[in-house]
């Protein structure tokens, strides 16, 4: 039997997959870890890290499935995206990996808004440029790290250094670059003008490829340290957002999927490279050829609820903490959170937001408080949709992905507030399914995307339906919600 390997590096684990020739996952592994805040609003991942936790998950795959190394034909990759990991000129990493929920560079932000302009940025990349991008964080490097910058040798994203590692060679694709807020997302280059405006070294640009084509082949070293057979072919991968939408079958306009992990991401394929001229949400490349995704994102998704797990309750579960969340009637009797632990993205671009519980009384507990966080984070998700929405962006169905898709009232509220079925996948981990695809269609284990999705992609028969009376209610708090920010934003 032959093997795809499928790994996915996240904000908070790092998991890897094994899919064989009949289309069927023969095993899943995960090692997890911590974001690293070394001074307020920082947040920090150390790549040599990521690459001993990889070299773990991979060695427990193949001795928990007793599968021959030799016998994978290829592998691929999905990663957290946004982050920016500097390399010197032998490769190692020059400092920890500045990651995407970083907030350090609201100095940056503000600055290539003003000398650029907001309006022409967004024909420059199609995007805004928010805290904890790429391009932000390669911009406060030059300015305050500067003894740093100057031994930047490349800059590359978060899973292309787990590649390297692995290959020996430096690049990048155009999903993650896209990501970057340097990028020409329409023509898929790096935007030169845009670099040479914010006078950054082009130099330290990694070349860009597209995600399923081979990038290199194991080396002697990455074999000796993963238990990988030298020579196996990997492609280059994709960010986690278009990596986990292929998982999920979303190749094409139609469908939007919901994904609530660490962060939130609201995503849907576009064939044109069209973009929010209000600037709120994102667009970037998709994995499929002349494809593209409009993505919206909430920083504090999961991330909310496992503050809230860690450091309020002391929970001992996420599955506990759902089923609490079950006893409080829709609505939290009247308790409203805001998400902004870490500021916001979508809609608000505000790095300076914060969190709140709004209507607390002595009725309240900690179960309504759960359910308001979840509640909160899917209000934030639906300012996201509606812009969809009003760019003329049409869709029936959703699909919901990420560690909320395992909890059925994290589900439901889905369904009541967007007023639209609810699917899930029948494949739990999509990204990492999404990054094995992508080193079949590298491989040729497939001829197409479409193709691999027919064969891979199904949907559990469950779907969950929205209560139009539940949908009364969320709506109303739902204006509510949304006053708060306005009422408050002056306070952030």
Known sequence: M???????????????????????????????????????????????????????????LLAETGINSKDIDGIGFSGQMHGIVVLDEIG????????????????????????????????????????????ASLLWLKRNEPDTY?????????????????????????????????????????NHELVKILELNPKVLPECSTPSMISGYITSACASETGLTEGTPVVFGSGDQPAQALGNGIIKPGTVSVTVGTGGQVFTPVNTPIYDSGLRTHTFCHV????????????????SMKWLKDKILQASSYDEMSMLAENVPPGSEGLIY????????????????????????????????????????????????????????QFDRIISSGGGARSNTWKQIIADVFGLDVYTSSVVEQASLGAAILAGLGTGWYSSAEQACCSLVSLQEEIIRPNPKTHDIYMNNLKIYRKLYQSNKEFF
């Open 150 to 190: 100057s031994k930047i040798h490349k800059a590359i994203l978060p899973k292309d250094y787990l590649r390297y590692k692995m290959t020996g060679e430096i690049g990048s694709e155009i999903t993650d670059a896209s990501s970057t807020l340097l990028f020409d997302t329409a023509n898929l280059q790096w």
């Open 288 to 303: 499929m050829p002349n494809t593209w995704n409009i993505m919206g994102a909430t920083l504090s998704a999961g991330l």
């Open 92 to 135: 190692i990493p020059l400092r920890p990996c500045i990651i995407w929920s970083d907030q350090r560079t609201l100095k940056e932000v503000e600055y290539i808004n003003t000398i650029i302009g907001k309006e022409k940025l967004g024909k420059m990349t199609l995007n805004p440029i928010a805290t904890g991008f790429f391009g």
């Open 2 to 60: 032959r093997y795809l390997l499928g790994i996915d590096l996240g904000t908070s684990s790092v998991k890897a997959l094994l899919l064989d020739k009949n289309n069927n996952i023969v095993g899943i592994t995960q090692e997890g870890y911590n974001i690293d805040i070394p001074a307020p609003g920082y947040a920090e991942q150390y790549p040599e890290m990521w690459w001993a936790k990889t070299c773990i998950v991979i060695k427990k």
């Open 338 to 393: 805001l998400p902004y632990l870490t500021g916001e993205r979508t809609p608000h671009m505000n790095s300076l937001a914060k969190g709140m519980f709004f209507g607390l009384t002595l009725n309240h507990n900690k179960s309504n408080m759960i359910r308001a966080v979840m509640e909160g984070v899917v209000f934030s998700l639906k300012d996201c949709v509606d812009i969809f929405s009003n760019m003329g962006l």
